[in-house]
């Protein structure tokens, strides 16, 4: 497995302490990644199992040029799709090679200003640079993550698609593996303060259940860019000191704020 660019690593143990998988357990879970993989080549080169050591890659983009004057705005989609964390940058195309109707929806909403129409690669530079220095937008600081980190064929006819296919695949252990995601997306320096968007119903469910915060939730595939800057008029920032409910979780999972803010590396 090769290290794309813009993309972090993640390894676990299946069958370690935290997720105690079995072996009849790993057994299923073995042979739906091969699936995946007869039937998705881009999954072969962001995926690894040796016996019960899973790697991958995934995608975070975060700015690197805070600017004080901007409201930040964490978008949290449900998970990666194979071939855009192969081609490094979020929805790089739709599967079929057209340009994503994501990113006019981002024009729209007044988050990431719209690019010229060239190459896909083209594009997807002049984004990837916007969001990491700052400029996507006049307004916002923009940041991308997803709930689940584990990638999936985005294409419904394709074997354990999306969400549901993460949801799917990790049955068993679902639930240490909800809490590591969201222990993940608030260990992140940016989420503190920032106005936090969940696009999938199943993830915003999960994150608000185990953290406590409630987040906007911004339907993807069913309401339009100008939805999503209506709810970012009315919505509030995330405050990761002053949550109640946050800090009580914190506190069960034996961190100090600023410990979990150390304790994932940089994507």
Known sequence: MKLHSHNYTVEMNLQSAEFQ?????????????EEIGRKDPSFLDIFSLQGSVLKYESETLLPENMDGSKQKVL???????????????????K??????????????????NAVPKTTRDEEANLRREMILNGTSSDEYLVGLTTFYSFPTPGPDKMPFPGVAGVEKLFKQILEPVSKMETKRILSYPFTDGAMVVF????????FSHI???????????RLSGVALAEL??????????????????IKKLGLKLSEMYSAFSKP
């Open 75 to 93: 978008l949290v989609l449900g998970n990666p799709a194979t071939h855009s964390v192969k081609n490094g940058m979020f929805f790089y195309s």
């Open 21 to 33: 998988l079995d072996d009849d357990g790993l057994a299923v879970f073995t042979k739906r990644c």
């Open 199 to 206: 696009t999938q119903q199943t993830s915003f469910q999960t």
């Open 211 to 221: 953290s406590g915060i409630d987040p906007i939730l911004w339907s993807m595939r």
């Open 95 to 112: 599967a079929n090679g057209d340009r994503h109707p994501f990113w006019g929806k981002m024009d729209k909403a007044g988050l990431v």
């Open 232 to 249: 970012l008029a009315n919505a509030s920032p995330v405050d990761l000191k002053k949550d109640a409910p946050l800090s009580k979780f």
